[in-house]
């Protein structure tokens, strides 16, 4: 079975100020991870993705993510947080070459930008 | 290229009323999900279609009928509405091989009282 857990429900942090959000994960076979950015009143859109290639993976909008086996996390960072950033962010999992029924979404962190 | 629409965006219903949300897309993807998204939950499954003419339960299925009408067209019926079902609902199709990637429509909030 598969799980993930996102770390924080709120994250606020200042304008220019790195971004830090933590997902950790548990799967009995080596993961696909995602996370999508969900801006009010609109639908979930994909920021990046792990595929079993580079375990540094870049994103839309400066955002990256670093799969770490040993520590079983695919943390969301961005150097310096622009107030378009405000959002609230997945993290998801499935099996690898697998179904979208397979994937599981974090419950979510809502990131707020102070000016 | 409109991607994922859904119809509507906005619904009150009272208990045990019935409705149909409407879902299209237009990328030519086989597979088609509907999910519920609740404060603090995240996004739950609720059925999917792998392509036209097949569907599956997915997570939380119960209260829910769902019809792939056709390729495009991936419709949730709600038969008696209850208000356990207010909920922010989306609806998304898929790239099963290659890029994996999923596509979200603009959600559909409905009130049930």
């Known amino acids: 079975a598969q799980s993930v857990t996102q770390l924080g429900s709120h994250v606020s942090v200042s304008e220019g100020a790195l971004v830090l959000l933590r997902c950790n994960y548990s799967?009995?076979?080596?993961?696909?991870l995602f996370w999508y950015v969900q801006y009010p009143n609109q639908g979930l859109q994909l920021l990046l993705k792990y595929t079993s290639a580079a375990t540094l993976v870049k994103g839309i909008n400066g955002f990256e993510a670093e799969f770490k086996k040993s520590e079983t996390s695919f943390h969301l960072t961005k150097p310096s947080a622009h107030m378009s950033d405000a959002a609230e962010y997945f993290c998801?999992?499935?099996?690898?070459?697998?179904?979208?029924?397979?994937?599981?979404f974090g419950s979510g962190t809502r990131l707020s930008i102070r000016p | 290229n409109a991607g994922v629409t859904q119809t509507p965006k906005f619904q009150v219903l009272k208990t045990g009323q019935s409705m149909t949300l409407q879902c299209a897309q237009d990328m030519n993807h086989n597979s088609m999900y509907w999910y519920r998204q609740d404060p603090g939950m995240g996004l739950r499954l609720i059925y999917y279609s792998a392509s036209e003419g097949t569907t599956d339960k997915g997570e939380v299925p119960n209260g829910y009928n769902v019809s792939r009408l056709n390729k495009r067209e991936f419709s949730l019926r709600l038969e008696s509405a209850a208000p356990s079902q207010t909920s922010v609902y989306f609806c998304?199709?898929?790239?099963?091989?290659?890029?994996?990637?999923?596509?979200f429509g603009p959600g559909t909030r409905l009130t049930v009282t």
């Open positions: 799967s009995s076979v080596p993961p696909y």
């Open positions: 998801a999992v499935s099996p690898p070459y697998s179904s979208a029924s397979k994937i599981i």
């Open positions: 998304a199709s898929y790239i099963e091989r290659g890029t994996y990637e999923q596509y």
